[in-house]
């Protein structure tokens, strides 16, 4: 067991003839430079670790202070990562809205155009319509009104006649 502070403090060396006993003390000396000398180690050992875990505290206190770094930055990145997307997502809305109204303009100036033609070719088979019945009343009339038996009259007369040609021979 080792001494202790207090082993030392009240050990007391018998009496000789010249003081203390010299083996005495030499023993107890002995005891207590062992004993010192054993604590110098375990002190030492102890600093030694002390430094170690120091270190390994340090260590980890830096791996803690970049992980949060890293986390503080992946955050801010994930952040702007988000915003430019709402941007980029604006952006592409805006031109898709510029798109549907570029082709529902287009179409209605197609639309527009397209009623103007069927209303152009209405007109034109409305004044085809009146010039083809008149036409067809004009030939009614006509067929009501007596030239056609006149025309029928000149037409049985001039192929009853011989044919004449030019050259003189029937």
Known sequence: MPLTPLDIHNKEFSRSFRGYDEDEVDDFLERVI???EA???????LEERLADMTERLKHFSNIEESLSKSIIVAQETAEEVKANARKEAQLILKEAEKNADRIVSEALNKSRKIAMEVEDVQKHAAIFRA???SLIQAQLEMLESGDWDRFDQEVSTTVKEPAVFSNGSA
């Open 34 to 36: 062992q004993d010192y």
């Open 39 to 45: 604590l110098i180690r375990q002190n030492k050992e």
């Open 131 to 133: 010039r083809f019945r």
